[in-house]
């Protein structure tokens, strides 16, 4: 078996459930963040560092690491585990999403997709056959189906269309697999993805044929892409009321902690998002009381942690002080502690609600979870240190 | 007592010698190669990396702190160690260099210097005893003297007015640590700066006022900053012979690892210079057979690591294909793992010409690692590649 998923616990009062993935590369427990290691790093973070932050699985970008190193570039050199000295899981997304808001030129068919690489206007074509080709010679542990997003708003026929086509290519991703399989290759598990943006009859009739196939786990895709929050979050309470029980359900690119832990809530075991790293390069990052603004002048002087309740390794030595005087000096340790703070705090967080689900007091756990975020204790109360639990900001540039 | 100073060995064909400073903040091996912590980080690197390096001693830049965040400020957070957390030695220059090479609208007078910041132009007025009241503010285990530098060439005049100068101010600093130790403070070692340009004549004057002052120790001042390389190293050969053989002596900003080895030979202790890591972060990394540009395209299938005979962090679990693709990405992951082998590479080597000394065998260390500095092996023989050991390359921007 490429993965097994075992369920440890579910929540009597929520669809919560504390689970844990066993992987090539060791076992996964989920609830689980998963950093993003963009091109074969999770920016300014060695590998000790996502170990000490508790990290188990990363998830690493199909489309750039295509376009540089390249794929038989990283399959040479011994996959992306020896490559980036990684040694625990890795699920890699399809490439898909990023061809939709990075690429060039972009010309969908039955057959694949045309684009111009961002880095340097080359023209590429990539099947769903190759996505899974692609997936194996980076050697991943987990692979995404490749399917094809739409932007929302879009009329119901586009919709519709994507659907169609994401189930055509979620089977012939599956037949590659089992054609790679043959040949002594294709071991890593492979999710398939439900589309249909926010129409719910459409995400129904996709995973009415999705999850007849035999993928290993399932994700949500297509949502918090510009929708409602609340829309969104209907739409995972839908399509986890679908997903079988007994696999991992991973919703993508979700990563503002009060989201993962209502996601959670409704029965989602994976998470990833760049919103904490990126936010952490710029300055910003959650602490338990709300989001704290490095540079804020009010901090020159404090010498708390950034996270008063945080133990990872720089709230446990560094002063808020340091951290703004590094941000302000334009130094890169600054945008490197920082995220630190930040993979540690999403991963614990996500391991916390585990543990809240295996002692049966998730609700409460998720009360005071929020009640406390949104308190603002501890942070500097201006427009710019705001607490305010948006879930849009700073998504929308850097190369990730 | 700020600051003894031991040597445990002298050799018996050169000057080298074998030494260990202890300082407030431990011991100090020699000769000792102190990385530079231009603005209170080594530049990418957390302590821990440091300490892995083997470093037991950093040098930090008085004039940046003083700018940014203000030495009151670091003061106030419990002096550099503590706002840092750096718990090694820390030596602090005067700012005089900086004051030279950044600073706007100079004007130098007997009473100190007044300039322009490089960051905001705000006007400022150091005098000596200012920049020891600085350094005292910042903690340091050990200040240096307030000196003023001549470009070279300068004529003998100025030459000699700024010997002149250099003089009394180091005496007036001297006055000033006694003030402060009457109110309990300015427990740190002070270091007087020799100056006098290459005028062999001028340096002698210089020291013969220096040498009778109770400095804890010497620095050579005023030296690699565009000369010519055998005139620079006659100077420090001229300066050891001068110098008490008691104290320890610093070579002010060498950093190139043959002109280290050359200045260990001729009797110098301690050395800094920003050359290893500003090098590191545009990739470009000495290893023990010269010097490696890692963008180099040769290397992006080279599962070697950048130096096959280093032990560093870096080498021990990265390849050249994995550090060039982080530097051909924009990934600051690749400056930081550069840099890591960059201090590690400079504090062994002089580490390694300690234990020669130790042993007796300084002679055949010296001319070992020099043929095999010069030898290429490992590297790609190409223009941008070459093992030519310049000693001025890459030494002219950043702010450091």
Known sequence: MALTFKLD??????????????????????PAFMPVGTQGTVK??????????????????????????GAETVREMGGLHRFMSWSGAILTDSGGFQILSLADLRKVGDRGVEFRSHLDGSRHFITPEDAIRIQDDLGTDIAMSFDELVELPSPIDVVRRSVDRTLDWASRGLSERERLRHQGRGEMALFGINQGGVEGAERER????????????FALGGLWVGESRSLSLEMVER???MFPKERPRYLMGVGHPVDMIDAVARGVDLFDCVLPTRNARRGTVFIS?????VKNAAYARDPRPLDPDCDCPTCRRFSRAYLRH???????????????????????LARDARRAVLEGNFRAFRAGFLEKFRSG???????????SPSTTEDTTDDVE
């Open 9 to 30: 616990a579910r929540d009597t009062e929520t669809e919560a459930r504390a689970g844990r993935m066993l992987t090539r590369h060791g076992e996964v427990l989920t």
């Open 44 to 69: 300014t973070l060695a590998p000790d560092d996502l170990t000490a932050a508790g990290a188990d699985i990363l998830l690493a970008n199909t489309y750039h690491l295509y376009l540089r190193p």
């Open 206 to 217: 996709c995973f009415e044929g999705l999850g007849a196939m035999p993928f290993d786990g």
């Open 239 to 241: 399509d986890c009321a």
């Open 289 to 293: 009381t709300g989001r704290l603004v």
């Open 326 to 348: 590094l941000f302000v000096s334009g130094e890169l340790l600054g945008m490197r502690l920082a995220s630190v703070h930040a993979v540690t705090q999403m991963i614990r």
């Open 377 to 387: 204790e501890t942070l500097i109360r201006s427009g710019a240190g705001s607490a």
